[in-house]
Every structure is written in C-alpha cells, then in structure tokens.
T-cell receptor, first 113, second 114 residues
Framework: KAGVTQTPRYLIKTRGQQVTLSCSPI?????VSWYQQTPGQGLQFLFE???????NKGNFPGRFSGRQFSNSRSEMNVSTLELGDSALYLC????????????FGPGTRLLVL | AQSVSQHNHHVILSEAASLELGCNYS??????LFWYVQYPGQHLQLLLK??????LVKGIKGFEAEFIKSKFSFNLRKPSVQWSDTAEYFC????????????FGKGTKLSVKP
C-alpha cells in the first residue's frame, strides 16, 4: 500500500499571501489529521477530518482552515501568511481516527518571507 | 491544558548502552499512548502504542515502554542501543474520545556513538 503523500514538498511564499497544501491518505483511510511542526513549539494539532467533516480542531487562528473530499483527500489552507507560519506541515491518516494509529506523511515545508 | 513532557532534550549514548527516555502527561482521563520515531531525513514512524491491557508494551526494533497510570508516565526503554537508533523520539497522547488529536511532547534527540 502506498503511504501518505503530501504535495508540494517545499513551498516559499511571502507575507500576506495564501497557500494550499494537499494530502492523500493511505487507501481506505477515512480520517486525516494535520499538524504544524516548528523548532519552538514542536508538533501541534491543527484539525482532523473524517467523512468530509471536521471532527476536531486545535488552537489555531481562523486563518488556518481545511477540507476533505469524498475520496478522503484533504487540503489545508492558510490565508494572510505571517512569518511565524513558516513550519513543516504534516498530514496523518488513520482508518477511522479513534483508538487507531496515525500514519504520517513526509510533510510540506513552508517558508514565509 | 493537556500537555506531554519529555524530560531530556538530547541524549548521547555509546553503542550497547541502555536507554530510557522519560515521558509524562497531564490529563485526568483515559488516554491512548504512543511513541513515534523520526530517523534523519525520514518521516514519523510508530514505534509502539498502548491502548489498554498489559502496561508493558513491546514495539519494533527491540523497544518497549511501560505505562504507569499513577505516575502519568509512559517511559521508553531499550536494553542495548545501536548506532542506527540515532533519531528523534516523540511521545504522544490521545485523550479518549478526542478523535485524531495527538498531543506531542517536544521530542528527545538521541545520538548513539559507534
């Protein structure tokens, strides 16, 4: 089975722009979670989607949003980028979310200039 | 707020030394517990997990962890490390009923000298 894939792998944007990141889960997995990883804050949960519905949300501003499609692929969007949004954004998938292992993708490294 | 503490930021060991990485969490309810590892240049991989039952769980590559409920701890151990264990190790907690939300510790970087 193919693993979790994320595109693009690297991205450079400037302040004020917006960005969309994509995640394709492992085939058959219906839950997709997003995390932000920075040297200072570590890994922080952004949100989780299951069957096209956001089930859980972390403590991030409304500039961070996401969605999930009927094929379980997910996108996250960050609007009005700030320098502090520079991070590695990780996507993880699991069959249904609760009490299950999350499998992580390689991440998208975003640099905001 | 729920949090996970990993006591050591960077651990340096020689090959064949024993390893114990500490992990404590703050959450009063029932949790699922995980250890993930990130080898250089690779993405996060699951080492082991605890959901219920025997509090001593065994994972891949000779790693094990013990859940001590009274101490809110889930320490990772390996009796004899190898150079290939050089990586960053993350403890994570999922509060029961909180779908898809892993609360991670800040990670412990392990360097094993050959």
């Amino acid at each position: 089975k193919a693993g979790v894939t994320q595109t693009p792998r690297y991205l450079i944007k400037t302040r004020g722009q917006q960005v969309t990141l994509s995640c394709s889960p492992i085939s058959g997995h219906r839950s997709v979670s997003w995390y932000q990883q920075t040297p200072g804050q570590g890994l922080q949960f952004l949100f989780e989607y299951f069957s096209e519905t956001q089930r859980n949300k972390g403590n991030f501003p409304g500039r961070f949003s996401g969605r999930q499609f009927s094929n379980s692929r997910s996108e996250m969007n960050v609007s009005t980028l700030e320098l502090g949004d520079s991070a590695l954004y990780l996507c993880a998938s699991s069959p249904a979310g609760a009490r299950e292992t999350q499998y992580f993708g390689p991440g998208t490294r975003l640099l905001v200039l | 707020a729920q949090s996970v503490s990993q006591h050591n930021h960077h651990v340096i060991l020689s090959e064949a030394a024993s390893l114990e990485l500490g992990c404590n969490y703050s959450y009063g309810g029932t949790v699922n517990l995980f250890w993930y590892v990130q080898y250089p240049g690779q993405h996060l991989q699951l080492l082991l997990k605890y959901f219920s039952g025997d509090p001593l769980v065994k994972g891949i590559k000779g790693f094990e962890a013990e859940f001590i409920k009274s101490k809110f701890s889930f320490n990772l151990r390996k009796p004899s490390v190898q150079w290939s264990d050089t990586a960053e190790y993350f403890c994570a907690v999922n509060p029961r009923g909180s779908q898809g939300n892993l609360i991670f510790g800040k990670g412990t970087k392990l360097s094993v000298k050959p």
